[in-house]
């Protein structure tokens, strides 16, 4: 209660209409990343959860980051899909760190070349390897990743250019009455009007699993998909066998949806030997999995967000200059700051 009138007065004071307040995704809305910097996957569904199975109440959704209209008639290009890619991505990372890039490969921060750490920079390295389905093994972080994903791409939204974009009055008015001299003052403004606006998305679900890797064989997989062995190839397996890894990750899926992880889990498995474990690879050769994946998967990921900094709601091209480069000082900052 106490919180709802807190946020009634934030936004009286410098919202005119509330239909401009959203917590959706909408494209050409500002956000303000410092305001959960570090933590940003609480507030985006970029990771399967760490919970126990139980059953949500309200469906997964996407995105649920406060955001604010800045622009009154800014348009946008969408595109939408409705299946599983027939591809596998197959993504070698050299350590952890660089598995941390290449799973946030598809998310834009304008302003830092880290977007991971905005997404999970305050969790604890144990945490975040529990939601990648692997494990800590206490072992020297020297060697080496593979990132296998199936990705169901639904809907993709782009805005269109800027150029004649009329920005919405109550902001052209702030941005007007901003000193950007005063660091005080531009970081209320960022607090109020946010730092970045969304400027493309994509949504939908993917599965993925994360093989830990010896280095030697690591280094001759690497050879081999430089030199072009195809992703659809029966060789692949043989990459993917108990001998070249020293772990085997869970299967997870995106959406963070325990019922179709525990499907994946009983359903994707590879026998090897008197074993068996989990394996993606399952799907590559089996079209009736791959169907019936592609049926239950829904699609309350995020796979992709592209942010750009509110620069462009200035008329003033020397104040937005200024703006963007205090925003991008911060992110700087904050990034020390974590992790
Ligand atoms: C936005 O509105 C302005 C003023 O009405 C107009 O000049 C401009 O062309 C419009 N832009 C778009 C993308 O519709
Ligand atoms: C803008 O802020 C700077 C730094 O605080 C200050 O020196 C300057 O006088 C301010 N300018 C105006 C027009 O208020
Ligand atoms: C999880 O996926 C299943 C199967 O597609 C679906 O029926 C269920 O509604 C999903 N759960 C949530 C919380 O979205």
């Given at each position: 209660m106490l919180f709802c009138l807190i946020l009634l007065f934030i936004f009286n004071v410098c919202?005119?209409?509330?239909?401009?307040?959203?917590?959706?995704?909408?494209?050409?809305?500002?956000?303000?990343?410092?305001?959960?910097?570090?933590?940003?996957?609480?507030?985006?569904?970029?990771?399967?959860?760490?919970?126990?199975?139980?059953?949500?109440?309200?469906?997964?959704?996407p995105f649920s980051e406060k955001n604010i209209r800045v622009f009154a008639n800014a348009t946008s290009t969408e595109n939408e899909w409705e299946s599983l890619s027939a591809n596998m991505d197959i993504l070698l990372c050299e350590n952890f760190e660089d598995l941390l890039d290449k799973y946030f490969s598809n998310f834009e921060i304008e302003g830092t070349d880290k977007p991971w750490k905005a997404f999970m920079g305050d969790w604890i390295i144990d945490e975040i390897m529990r939601?990648?389905?692997?494990?800590?093994?206490?072992?020297?972080?020297?060697?080496?990743?593979?990132?296998?994903?199936?990705?169901?791409?639904?809907?993709?939204?782009?805005?269109?250019d800027l150029q004649d974009v009329v920005v919405k009055d109550y902001v052209k008015r702030a941005t007007e009455n901003l000193n950007v001299s005063?660091?005080?003052?531009?970081?209320?403004?960022?607090?109020?009007?946010?730092?970045?606006?969304?400027?493309?998305?994509?949504?939908?679900?993917?599965?993925?699993?994360?093989?830990?890797?010896?280095?030697p064989w690591y280094n001759a997989f690497k050879a081999k998909i430089r030199s072009g062995l195809q992703t659809g190839s029966s060789n692949l397996r043989f990459y993917f066998s108990s001998y070249f890894l020293t772990q085997v990750g869970d299967i997870r899926i995106a959406s963070g949806n325990k019922t179709i992880e525990s499907w994946a889990r009983q359903n994707l498995r590879d026998s090897q030997y008197l074993y068996s474990r989990p394996s993606?690879?399952?799907?590559?050769?089996?079209?009736?999995?791959?169907?019936?994946?592609?049926?239950?998967?829904?699609?309350?990921?995020?796979l992709g967000l592209g942010l750009k900094t509110l620069r462009p709601l200035f008329k003033d091209r020397r104040k937005g200059d200024m703006y963007a480069e205090i925003v991008e000082n911060d992110l700087q900052l904050w990034e020390v700051n974590v992790a």
């Open positions: 919202v005119s209409e509330k239909s401009d307040l959203g917590f959706g995704l909408n494209i050409g809305n500002a956000i303000d990343v410092f305001a959960n910097y570090g933590d940003l996957s609480q507030v985006t569904q970029v990771v399967s959860g760490e919970y126990e199975e139980e059953e949500k109440e309200e469906p997964i959704v939601t990648l389905g692997i494990i800590y093994d206490g072992k020297p972080d020297n060697c080496c990743y593979v990132l296998v994903r199936l990705t169901k791409k639904h809907k993709s939204e782009k805005l269109d005063d660091p005080s003052e531009v970081r209320r403004f960022m607090k109020s009007y946010g730092t970045h606006y969304i400027d493309s998305y994509v949504t939908g679900n993917f599965i993925y699993q994360v093989f830990k890797y010896k280095r993606l690879l399952r799907l590559h050769y089996s079209p009736m999995l791959a169907y019936k994946l592609n049926h239950l998967l829904d699609n309350g990921a995020l």
